[in-house]
C-alpha cells in the first residue's frame, strides 16, 4: 500500500498519537458545490473534526497517489478546477494509473479509509436506488460497499433526490445496520424525516460506538451507517423541497442524464431553484455530521 497511499503530517502524526481519524470525502467539493463555498464548506469541517477531538483526513487521487489528508492548498485545486473525475470503485484503479486528479466518492472514501486504517467517515448524505430504477437499475456503487468495507459513514440519511424506501430496502438486504441518531425514522437528508421507520435508533452516542465495535469484533463484515438528521433550524420542510425535487428529476430524464451525472445535476438544480436554500441547509448538515462523526470517533477509540 505504500506505493499508493500518502498520508499528511497531521494524519500521520495524530495515527503516532493514536488520535481518532476522520475521513471526508473530496466529490463533495469537486462535484456537489458551487465555489468557493465548496472550499469554505471544507475548511470548516476540517476545524469542526479537530475541535471535538479527532482528525480529519480529506481522501483524494493526486499524481497517481491516493492521498489521505489534503493541504489547503489542495482543498483550493479541488474546489476551483475543472475536469476533475468522479472517482467511485470502478474507477479507482483508472484514475491512479492515469494519474488524474480525482475526487472521491462515498464508495471509493470508504475503500481508502479502509485501507489506511481508518474506520470513521462523515459526509453529507448517501447514494442509493435512484428513482426509476426500474427502468434502468440506477443503483448507487455505494450500497454495495457498505456490504464489504469496515467503515461506519456519518450522514443526513440518503439523498432526497433518491428512491429512499428502495435505497433503505437494498440497505437491509445486504445487512448494513442503519441506526438513526436521535430518531427513529430515516433523515432525507434537507428535511429531518422521510417518514420510514428504522429498525435501530438510539440517543446514546457511546451506545453506538460500542455496538459498532461489537459488530466487527464478531466477524460481521461490512460498514455501518449512522443516519444524523439536519439540526431542526436548517432543515427543509418537505413540502417546499419535494416538489422541486420532481421538477429537477423530470428535467434530468427529459434531458436524458443518467450515472454519475445525474447526483451533480439535480444537486445544482435544486441550489437554482431554491435560490441557495437548499445549498445552505446542505452546508449545515455537513458541519453537524462532522461533529457527530468526530463524537462518535472519539468514543470508540476510548471505549
Not at 499528511?8 to 470525502?25: D, N, R, T, Y
Not at 456503487?141 to 433518491?162: P, R, Y
Request: proline share 4%; glycine share 10%; charged share 20%.
Amino acid at each position: 500500500m505504500n506505493n499508493y497511499l500518502v498520508l499528511s503530517q497531521e494524519v500521520k502524526e495524530g495515527m503516532e498519537k493514536g488520535l481518532p481519524i476522520v475521513a471526508l470525502e473530496s466529490t463533495i467539493i469537486s462535484h456537489g458545490m458551487p465555489y468557493p463555498q465548496n472550499v469554505q464548506m471544507a475548511r470548516e469541517v476540517e476545524q469542526i473534526v479537530r475541535d471535538h477531538g479527532a482528525v480529519p483526513a480529506t481522501i483524494a487521487i493526486v499524481d497517481g497517489k491516493i492521498k489521505i489528508g489534503l493541504s489547503d492548498d489542495e482543498l483550493e485545486m479541488f474546489g476551483s478546477s475543472k475536469g476533475i473525475a468522479k472517482v467511485s470503485r470502478r474507477d479507482l484503479a483508472d484514475v491512479v494509473t492515469s494519474k488524474r486528479l480525482g475526487a472521491t466518492t462515498v464508495a471509493s472514501t470508504m475503500i481508502a479509509a479502509q485501507l489506511a486504517g481508518i474506520k470513521f467517515f462523515v459526509t453529507g448524505g448517501l447514494g442509493g436506488v435512484h428513482r426509476g430504477w426500474e427502468h434502468n437499475l440506477d443503483i448507487s456503487a455505494d450500497l454495495d460497499e457498505f456490504a464489504q468495507t469496515n467503515v461506519t459513514v456519518i450522514c443526513a440519511g440518503a439523498k432526497s433526490i433518491l428512491d429512499l424506501p428502495a435505497t433503505l430496502e437494498y440497505l437491509e438486504t445486504k445487512g448494513v445496520p442503519v441506526i438513526g441518531y436521535q430518531t427513529k425514522n430515516l433523515p432525507a437528508f434537507f428535511c429531518r424525516d422521510s417518514g420510514l421507520p428504522l429498525p435501530l435508533s438510539s440517543d446514546d452516542l457511546q451506545h453506538i460506538a460500542n455496538m459498532i465495535k461489537t459488530k466487527w469484533e464478531l466477524g460481521l463484515q461490512g460498514g455501518v451507517v449512522v443516519a444524523n438528521p439536519i439540526p431542526e433550524e436548517h432543515a427543509l420542510a418537505p413540502e417546499y423541497i419535494n416538489g422541486i425535487i420532481e421538477s429537477a428529476v423530470k428535467e434530468a430524464e427529459e434531458k436524458g442524464i443518467t450515472g454519475k451525472d445525474i447526483t451533480p445535476f439535480l444537486l445544482g438544480k435544486i441550489v437554482e431553484m431554491t435560490d441557495g436554500k437548499s445549498l445552505e441547509a446542505n452546508i449545515h448538515l455537513v458541519k453537524n455530521n462532522a461533529k457527530i462523526g468526530a463524537q462518535l470517533a472519539v468514543r470508540y477509540f476510548k471505549s
